[in-house]
């Protein structure tokens, strides 16, 4: 006899193995990132700034193919789909050490963001079909440890191999733990796709326009967050502060520890809270960068900017999931996701902008943190309730 109180499964095999398969597609592309930059340079005898607009093209990429994943993703059998594009993207690692033009490996780069938009928001949607509505924000923190877990381990990995193997190594590990993801995927028990008269092309089968406030925050939180992806270790330099490393992991082990019990706290109703207090923390932890005069400062700066992302991420997503019918979750992962691709890009460049500027990276955290102020108060005026008032699910 079953038990009335007992949770619906969660770690089903389904799950396990989609979280497992995103896990590597992650960490090969992390563990990419920080040898690239000399790769290039090395191998094309080019410079900074044009390497820069080389590595840049994967993130437009990605993001010019989020609205149009979601629609494929809720229009197409989603296994064959998950799988060839990962399929893609495994192809494209091959393409760095063959193609021999820098013209070509910027159109690679670019095709490699493709790849990576439309295989990760169909990882997202089929983990989250596997998972049972009652545990759904518990389910989406775990599955975004995968992530956490590859940002952690893949670019000390990259770097490690790299010094001491060379570059031939790294992209040999990525594309042998992409082969073993796509065996993961191919064993993934997905139901087909049912067949149904077409629906008329709308906005919001590429957009969920239900979740413009939850978008619209988190291009903000991006926004913030951009900066951080590439001038940390400037910054760190300016301030005397070594083993600026260190910030990432740091960032990574508060998302962790945060995630796993965020989703937990989600499904039993705390969502609206969760997410405003990790925006409030956001707030916090920007002021305290921007004002940095010490390593304790600085790093606990990160410490705090993972804590109160593991407090986001799974909100937000959750909300839009949430906001959507079952036949727009890929719709509605797409549109969390851009929201994320849009601020990540537009931080970087603006960021870029404002050191240049102002001659110090100090002012660039400083106005993260201002935006983070409007961005809260845009939360708790509008998005929190514009959530409760027009959630499907949850």
Same mark, same amino acid.
């Given at each position: 006899?079953? $038990?009335?109180?007992?949770?619906?499964?969660?770690?089903?095999?389904?799950?396990?193995?989609?979280?497992?398969?995103?896990?590597?597609?992650?960490?090969?592309?992390?563990?990419?990132?920080? /040898?690239?930059?000399?790769?290039?340079?090395?191998?094309?005898?080019?410079?900074?700034?044009?390497?820069?607009?080389?590595?840049?093209?994967?993130?437009?990429?990605?993001?010019?193919?989020?609205?149009? =994943?979601?629609?494929?993703? $809720?229009?197409?059998?989603?296994?064959?789909?998950?799988? @060839?594009?990962?399929?893609?993207?495994?192809?494209?690692?091959?393409?760095?050490?063959?193609?021999?033009?820098?013209?070509?490996?910027?159109?690679?780069?670019? +095709?490699?963001?493709?790849?990576?938009?439309?295989?990760?928001?169909?990882?997202?949607?089929?983990?989250?079909?596997?998972?049972?509505?009652?545990?759904?924000?518990?389910?989406?923190?775990?599955?975004?440890?995968?992530?956490?877990?590859?940002?952690?381990?893949?670019?000390?990995?990259?770097?490690?191999?790299?010094?001491?193997?060379?570059?031939?190594?790294?992209?040999?590990?990525?594309?042998?733990?992409?082969?073993?993801?796509?065996?993961?995927?191919?064993?993934?028990?997905?139901?087909?796709?049912?067949?149904?008269?077409?629906?008329?092309?709308?906005?919001?089968?590429?957009?969920?326009?239900?979740?413009?406030?939850?978008?619209?925050?988190?291009?903000?939180?991006?926004? =913030?967050?951009?900066?951080?992806?590439?001038?940390?270790?400037?910054?760190?330099?300016?301030?005397?502060?070594?083993?600026?490393? @260190?910030?990432?992991?740091?960032?990574?082990?508060?998302?962790?520890?945060?995630?796993?019990?965020?989703?937990?706290?989600?499904?039993?109703?705390?969502?609206?809270?969760?997410?405003?207090?990790?925006?409030?923390?956001?707030?916090?932890?920007?002021?305290?960068?921007?004002?940095?005069?010490?390593?304790?400062?600085?790093?606990?700066?990160?410490?705090?900017?993972?804590?109160?992302?593991?407090? /986001?991420?799974?909100?937000?997503?959750? +909300?839009?999931?949430?906001?959507?019918?079952?036949?727009?979750?890929?719709?509605?992962?797409?549109?969390?996701?851009?929201?994320?691709?849009?601020?990540?890009?537009?931080?970087?460049?603006?960021?870029?902008?404002?050191?240049?500027?102002?001659?110090?990276?100090?002012?660039?955290?400083?106005?993260?943190?201002?935006?983070?102020?409007?961005?809260?108060?845009?939360?708790?005026?509008?998005?929190?309730?514009?959530?409760?008032?027009?959630?499907?699910?949850?």
């Amino acid at each position: 006899m079953t $038990d009335a109180n007992t949770k619906p499964a969660l770690w089903t095999r389904n799950f396990t193995t989609c979280a497992a398969a995103n896990f590597l597609l992650f960490f090969s592309f992390y563990q990419l990132l920080p /040898i690239l930059p000399m790769f290039i340079i090395e191998k094309f005898q080019t410079d900074n700034a044009t390497a820069g607009i080389v590595i840049s093209l994967y993130t437009i990429g990605a993001l010019a193919c989020r609205p149009f =994943a979601g629609f494929l993703v $809720d229009t197409l059998s989603r296994k064959p789909l998950y799988f @060839w594009t990962f399929f893609a993207f495994t192809l494209c690692f091959i393409g760095y050490k063959a193609l021999g033009l820098i013209p070509l490996l910027a159109v690679l780069r670019f +095709m490699h963001g493709l790849c990576f938009g439309i295989s990760t928001t169909a990882s997202n949607t089929v983990a989250i079909d596997a998972l049972p509505s009652s545990r759904r924000g518990e389910g989406i923190g775990y599955f975004g440890v995968s992530v956490n877990l590859a940002f952690a381990t893949g670019p000390m990995t990259g770097m490690f191999l790299y010094e001491a193997f060379g570059d031939t190594i790294v992209f040999a590990i990525s594309i042998i733990l992409c082969i073993i993801g796509l065996v993961l995927v191919q064993t993934l028990k997905v139901a087909p796709k049912e067949k149904k008269p077409h629906a008329p092309l709308s906005l919001d089968r590429f957009f969920l326009t239900r979740a413009i406030p939850q978008f619209a925050n988190f291009i903000f939180v991006g926004f =913030a967050y951009g900066p951080v992806t590439n001038y940390i270790a400037l910054y760190a330099k300016e301030l005397g502060i070594g083993g600026s490393g @260190w910030f990432y992991a740091l960032i990574a082990a508060g998302l962790i520890i945060n995630r796993l019990t965020t989703g937990r706290l989600i499904d039993r109703g705390y969502l609206i809270h969760l997410v405003g207090t990790g925006m409030t923390l956001n707030i916090v932890a920007y002021f305290l960068l921007a004002f940095s005069h010490s390593p304790a400062t600085f790093f606990g700066a990160a410490f705090l900017i993972g804590t109160s992302l593991g407090l /986001i991420f799974p909100g937000y997503q959750t +909300m839009c999931v949430n906001l959507a019918r079952h036949d727009q979750r890929g719709t509605a992962n797409s549109t969390y996701l851009s929201g994320w691709d849009i601020g990540i890009g537009i931080g970087i460049l603006a960021g870029g902008s404002m050191a240049e500027h102002f001659g110090m990276h100090q002012q660039v955290f400083f106005t993260c943190a201002i935006a983070l102020v409007i961005a809260d108060i845009l939360y708790f005026t509008w998005t929190a309730r514009h959530y409760l008032k027009y959630k499907l699910e949850g």
